[in-house]
């Protein structure tokens, strides 16, 4: 066993690995950007090494600074966690000529399956059943094309390299085919260097489900089935294991298929098998195909962690270091149900635009596993992904797993940026869901319920208001007494875009009447703690002049000085502002052109997908404020249009 491992990554995959290399008694070494000198893994490691600047580009994608900081700090091993650098096979070739051990599978491996459509005709030679599509060389216009037409629509649009939803597109008429090859090539070429694609034939009712295999190089085990179906634009949102509906019968046709898979190219470490499954008619044995392959540990290993009882980092450090498989596949099985789900800092009610900020509160709930790379007093950063936790929960059954879910999302508290916590917790309350009727469009489907935000309750807004005024604590013997009478106070508080006017009335210092903009007054009451409306008060955060209460997956208000709104709304709606910070990759709009309502003015890249930029309305650009190539913040203006007439 190594003494001494690197992590070459950061956040919550970096916290995983250090966990249980500390528990196998194993010294850690973190590598970090200027961005994460404070972070949570750093402070985690028993060493750590700067090695560049905030993008990625300049630090966590730079091979030679992280095979030097091995040698310097005397690690014999390099763990890739997923993402950056753990499916690149020049990397893996590097590393071992260094004399180092990169923990995961060979640089030969990594190639077989790093481009879909060769790994997909190596799948073919193995007996493993692939989807229909086009795979060829040949990426003009009109081959695609004209392969799309051969298979039929609809049709999907993948970039070869990467994974992770990025470059693909499903195209479901032959005239949108053109528009969505271009984006998935531009898409392709930023997140992966190569804008290569192959089409294939969409399934109608899709379920994405993966099988997790382990290898030592010669042999392979699988360790059962992932459901991945809940997804969103092709990314994974709540994942399970076991598969809801699986067989015992097609649960052993894809596990051996995905056996064949791992041994057909000697692979050695974990990997994930993906499958595209036909779920229109139940789970048949005849009904899955190949999709790709995962060379490292995928995000959401923790469910298969929590129905097999196997750690998967440990068994990744025990095999990179000469052991052999740690179980036989018949000592492997399935104890209960899992679920994961993701927790990312974006605006859900906006179109899931990720977010920054600094996390003045986070807490997560006992009795669900919380996999996380920050903290309370940290910075969600424009640079890297914006996942905030993993929230994993197991039981005995799937339905009480996914109500563990349900009540750990209701019990996770998050303050200083907005998240997809309360869209993760109407998923696990949604009852297809539920009866596990699942597949990858399910979400798309019921999208406009999914991502309402939640409303706040009076309860909520009443203690917005009394811990803006400073009442939520005990009161002391002359608080809201006055001597003529009871102490009205007005306060403007802002919540969803929305200015709320609420006026609180003390007659005491233990009785308040929160009179809301609704109509409805909500009475509070002190004796020993708070209630409103004979609620218990909810735990809430206040940090400056923002209050976040702890109902409804969490309620954000400001506080607003009345002199600072006549200044507010002086460019109307005239500006396009970014709605996220990120890079200017293309600007269509030029000074003195006429647009209409939905036209795209301008791409916006931030974690390496693309937004269109769309005019509000009817126009003429008066000015444009920014060139192609700028990096903006959350919020810069960047098209101007003239005031309307």
Not at 123 to 130: I, K, N, R, W
Not at 406 to 433: D, I, Q, Y
Not at 447 to 457: C, G, N, Q, V
Request: some cysteine; overall charge negative.
């Amino acid at each position: 066993m190594f003494d001494k491992i690197l992590i070459a990554n950061r956040g919550e995959i970096a916290c995983r690995v250090i966990d249980t290399a500390r528990a196998m008694g194993v010294r850690t070494v973190a590598v970090y950007s200027d961005a994460d000198a404070a972070a949570r893994h750093v402070a985690m490691a028993d060493e750590a090494i700067h090695i560049g600047g905030p993008a990625p580009a300049d630090s966590y994608l730079r091979g030679d600074a992280i095979i030097a900081a091995a040698h310097a700090s005397g690690a014999q091993a390099i763990h890739p966690g997923y993402g950056f650098l753990s499916e690149n096979p020049d990397f893996v070739d590097a590393v071992e000529a260094a004399d180092l051990t990169f923990i995961g599978p060979s640089a030969k491996a990594i190639r077989a399956m790093g481009l879909k459509d060769a790994a997909k005709k190596l799948m073919e030679e193995a007996g493993v059943p692939v989807v229909p599509g086009y795979h060829g060389a040949d990426q003009s216009d009109a081959i695609l094309s004209k392969a799309a037409d051969d298979i039929d629509y609809p049709v999907l649009i993948k970039a070869v390299a990467g994974g992770g939803g990025k470059g693909m597109r499903l195209v479901e008429k032959p005239e949108d085919f053109a528009d969505a090859l271009a984006s998935a090539r531009s898409e392709a070429k930023t997140a992966f260097g190569n804008p290569d694609v192959l089409v294939e034939k969409f399934v109608e009712k899709p379920r994405h489900i993966e099988v997790q295999v382990f290898g030592d190089g010669n042999s392979a085990v699988h360790l059962f089935e992932r459901d991945c179906s809940l997804q969103r634009r092709h990314q994974k949102v709540i994942e399970e294991a076991p598969a809801p509906g699986m067989t015992e019968e097609m649960r052993a046709a894809m596990g051996a298929a995905a056996v064949r898979a791992a041994e057909a190219i000697g692979y050695k470490g974990a990997g994930t098998i993906e499958f595209i499954v036909d779920g229109s008619d139940g789970l048949r044995p005849d009904g899955f195909w190949f999709m790709e392959m995962n060379t490292r540990l995928q995000v959401e290993h923790p469910v298969t962690e929590a129905i097999t009882g196997v750690d998967l980092v440990e068994w990744q450090l025990r095999v990179a270091s000469g052991e052999a498989l740690p179980k036989r596949q018949d000592e492997l099985t399935i104890n209960g149900h899992a679920f994961e789900a993701r927790l990312y800092a974006e605006d859900v009610p906006a179109g899931f635009l990720p977010a920054t900020g600094r996390l003045s509160h986070l807490a997560f709930p006992d009795g669900a596993r919380s996999d996380t790379g920050v903290r309370s007093g940290d910075v969600i950063s424009p640079h890297y992904d914006p996942m905030i936790a993993k929230i994993i929960t197991h039981g005995p059954t799937r339905e009480i797993a996914l109500k563990r879910l349900s009540r750990g999302l209701e019990e996770t508290k998050v303050a200083g940026t907005v998240t997809n916590l309360a869209f993760l917790g109407a998923l696990a309350a949604h009852k297809g869901f539920a009866r596990g009727d699942v597949d990858t469009g399910l979400i798309g489907r019921d999208i406009d319920t999914l991502a309402a935000a939640p409303e706040a309750s009076p309860v909520a807004m009443a203690w917005a208001a009394m811990v803006a005024l400073g009442l939520e604590g005990a009161p002391q013997d002359l608080t809201g007494f006055r001597l003529w009478g009871d102490m009205v106070r007005r306060i403007t508080l802002r919540h969803g875009g929305e200015d709320l006017e609420v006026v609180v009335t003390s007659r005491a210092g233990t009785s308040h009447l929160v009179d809301l903009p609704t109509g409805i007054v909500v009475e509070a009451l002190f004796d020993e703690v708070w209630t409103l409306d004979d609620q218990p008060a909810p735990a809430h955060h206040r940090a400056g002049q923002h209050v976040t209460v702890f109902d409804g997956y969490g309620q954000a208000f400001d506080l607003i000085d009345p002199l600072d709104r006549a200044a507010e709304g002086a460019a109307g709606g005239n500006l396009i502002e970014a709605p996220m910070p990120g890079l200017v990759k293309s600007m269509f709009a030029t000074a003195g052109q006429e647009v209409a309502a939905g036209m795209r003015l301008a791409v916006l890249e931030a974690m390496k997908m693309e937004h269109g930029l769309l005019a509000p309305r009817d126009g003429v650009v008066a000015e444009v404020l920014v060139e192609e190539g700028a990096q903006v913040e959350a919020g810069a203006p960047l098209i101007r249009l003239e005031e309307e007439e």
